[in-house]
C-alpha cells in the first residue's frame, strides 16, 4: 500500500491498534487455559479437595471431565 492508502488509512490506526492487542490477549488467555501443565496442577488441586472432603465424587468427576475435556482440546489424539 501506498504512502496515499496509509494516510487515507490513519485514522483507523487506533482500532486497528485496539484490535491487534485484543487478539493477543485472547490467544495468550487460550495459550494458559489449554496449557498441559496448568491443567495437571488444578487437577491435583482438585484430588487434594476430594481428599480433604472439600468436594463430593459428584463434583470431582464433573470437574475432572472438563480439565480432561480442555487437555484433549489441546492435544487431540491422531
Not at 24 to 49: F, G, K, N
Request: aromatic content about 6%; hydrophobic content about 40%; charged content about 35%.
Amino acid at each position: 500500500m501506498g504512502l496515499l492508502g496509509e494516510l487515507l488509512l490513519l485514522p483507523l490506526a487506533p482500532v486497528r491498534g485496539t484490535s491487534w492487542v485484543l487478539r493477543q490477549v485472547v490467544t495468550e488467555a487460550e495459550r494458559q487455559y489449554y496449557d498441559p501443565s496448568a491443567i495437571q496442577r488444578e487437577l491435583s488441586a482438585l484430588e487434594r479437595q476430594l481428599d480433604a472432603g472439600e468436594i463430593d465424587e459428584a463434583e470431582f468427576d464433573r470437574r475432572e471431565d472438563e480439565l480432561l475435556d480442555r487437555l484433549e482440546k489441546r492435544n487431540p489424539a491422531p
